[in-house]
Nanobody, 120 residues
């Protein structure tokens, strides 16, 4: 079973940048599609970005397209989320997710979350 540990959150001014990291251990990193979700107070947890096992395909929510970049480093078993031109509405707890398919369903693993606060 994979364990995920996020880091890199904090307080940043609007327009600034932040890079989140998620280190995976306990399982073959290449097995998992990796993603970043976020949850603001009183709201549901939403998918922000994801990257396939090979890294060839990525997804971004419309709200972050052109500002955030997801990447993965297989040698370091780590996935990153580079956040540029951040906005106050990006304020949330960010969660790292790893998922893979084991018949008959998908299995999801979560990190503990890291707080990102964007001041205006």
């Amino acid at each position: 079973q994979v364990q995920l540990v996020e880091s890199g959150g904090g307080l940043v001014q609007a327009g600034g940048s932040l890079r989140l990291s998620c280190a995976a251990s306990g399982g073959p990193f290449s097995r998992y599609t990796m993603g970043w979700f976020r949850q603001a107070p009183g709201k549901e947890r939403d998918l922000v970005s994801s990257i396939t096992r090979s890294g060839d395909n990525v997804y971004y929510a419309d709200s972050v397209k052109g500002r955030f970049t997801i990447s993965r480093d297989t040698a370091k078993n780590t996935v990153y989320l580079q956040m540029n031109s951040v906005k106050p509405e990006d304020t949330a707890v960010y969660y790292c997710n790893a998922r893979h398919y084991r018949s008959p369903s998908w299995l999801d693993y979560w990190g503990q979350g890291t707080q990102v606060t964007v001041s205006s």
